[in-house]
């Protein structure tokens, strides 16, 4: 869809998949480092637990379909390399927040060496307001954008999501801006800005009601002053399903259909089988009646495995689901049918890895997996060889610490 255009990604990790969706698309994605690598996108957890930035799971995952250089645009030799490698390519993405010195190069002198270049940035605020200059990270991106959940167990401290869910929501809407940028580029000539700002995107992801947020393992819901909490992921015998133990209409037939298929395996108690669900609030229960109600619950889940607990569900339209971990989606049927992975090799690394293929699925494959992630500098001889750069050229460049 993209073959044929070329793209400078100067992004850290905010902007990684957003390099990645247009690298699936066709064009050819440059991955800029700084000399010696990119220590902070090269972040754990590795491959096999051995701490090398090669083998950097985040950078696998996050950086397929891309080539890969080194460069120190800083410098000045390195800036004339920034600008020079910028008057051949169509997009330059960009993380750099304004004001603030960093490994990205100057984008407002790279467009105006290539009036045809889109410059995408992708920063915690957008690059124009009264905290345009601020730095920030997932956490803060996700919190000030008003869709920060905790979760954990109730004997332990609150933990957050653990992947960057913010950098994530921010990167589909950067490559659609590309697009967008592109396809006016087709009637006008000239590329144009994209302004990309984390918390904006984070804000247009928000599902949940206001007031509603997760805390300690259990759904918190807030009426007026009092909080009432029920449990949302139960154990199974070879996993975790969820299952919300709330009121309301549209969950009281579930837990009277939950009820009735505990009766038919023995396991429902007297008093569950009488209870009046139809007055049920969990706002309102005391904490007690809510503990003796998990119990209950709990000890039924516990005999049986996910997928049977899964698809007695759905025959009986309960509303429980798998807490599918890395395992179950790989195995998973659905997916398999529609050869969802491909195998990648990492023959200096030892092994082989499957890869999600493709985000959307065309009659041509268009979208997919172009290549596996570069190494550090794997594709400076290439690429800096277009700039009429030969071995001995870059032997120099390296001690100079250009690249």
């Known amino acids: 869809m993209l073959d044929g255009l070329r793209v400078l990604d100067f992004s850290d990790e905010s902007g990684f998949l957003a390099g990645k969706v247009l690298g699936d ?10 000399p010696g ?16 930035p090669e083998r950097s799971l985040a950078w696998l995952a996050l950086n397929t379909s891309k080539r890969g250089i080194t460069l120190a645009p800083a410098s000045r030799t390195g800036h004339d390399l920034a600008r020079r490698l910028a008057e051949r390519a169509d997009v330059v ?43 920030a990270g997932d956490l803060v991106a996700v919190a000030m954008g008003g869709n920060l959940h905790a979760t954990g167990d109730p004997d332990r401290p609150p933990v957050r999501c653990s992947m960057p869910t913010a950098f994530y929501h921010a990167a589909p809407e950067a490559a659609l801006g590309i697009l967008m940028a ?52 139960w154990a199974a015998r070879d996993g975790q399903v969820s299952f919300g133990l709330r009121g309301g209409p549209a969950r009281v037939a579930n837990l009277v259909a939950t009820v009735e298929w505990m009766a038919e395996r023995g396991q429902a108690p007297d008093w569950l089988r009488a209870y009046d669900w139809q007055s049920f609030s969990h706002l309102s229960v005391s904490d007690e009646e809510i503990a003796r109600l998990e119990e209950a619950f709990g000890a039924f889940f516990a005999t049986q495995t996910m997928r049977e607990l899964y698809d007695e569900a759905l025959a009986r339209r309960i509303l429980l689901a798998p807490c599918n971990d890395a395992r179950e989606l790989l195995a998973h049927p ?16 030892g092994a082989s890895i499957e890869h999600p293929d ?46």
């Open 25 to 34: 698309l066709g064009a050819d994605v440059v991955k800029v480092e700084p």
């Open 37 to 52: 690598g990119d220590r902070r996108g090269r972040r754990a957890p590795y491959l096999h637990g051995e701490v090398d």
């Open 93 to 135: 993405l960009d993380t750099t927040v304004p004001g603030m010195a960093g490994e990205g190069p100057s984008v407002d002198a790279l467009c105006e060496a290539n009036p045809r270049l889109v410059a995408c940035s992708i920063t915690p605020f957008g690059r124009t307001g009264p905290r345009a200059h601020w730095r």
């Open 182 to 233: 592109l396809y006016q580029r087709e009637d006008t000539g000239r590329g144009q800005r994209v302004d990309v700002s984390l918390q904006e995107t984070q804000l247009q992801s928000l599902l949940s009601a206001p007031g509603q947020f997760a805390l300690h393992g259990r759904a918190m819901t807030r009426s007026g002053a009092r909080l009432g909490r029920t449990r949302e992921i």
């Open 334 to 349: 659905q997916l398999r049918s529609r050869e969802f992975f491909v195998t990648l090799d990492y023959p200096e690394l």
């Open 358 to 403: 493709f985000f959307a699925r065309t009659a041509d494959r268009a979208i997919s997996v172009r290549r596996r992630a570069p190494r550090i500098g794997e594709h400076n001889a290439e690429i800096y060889g277009e700039l009429g750069l030969g071995p001995d050229d870059l032997v120099k460049l390296g001690a100079e610490g250009a690249i």
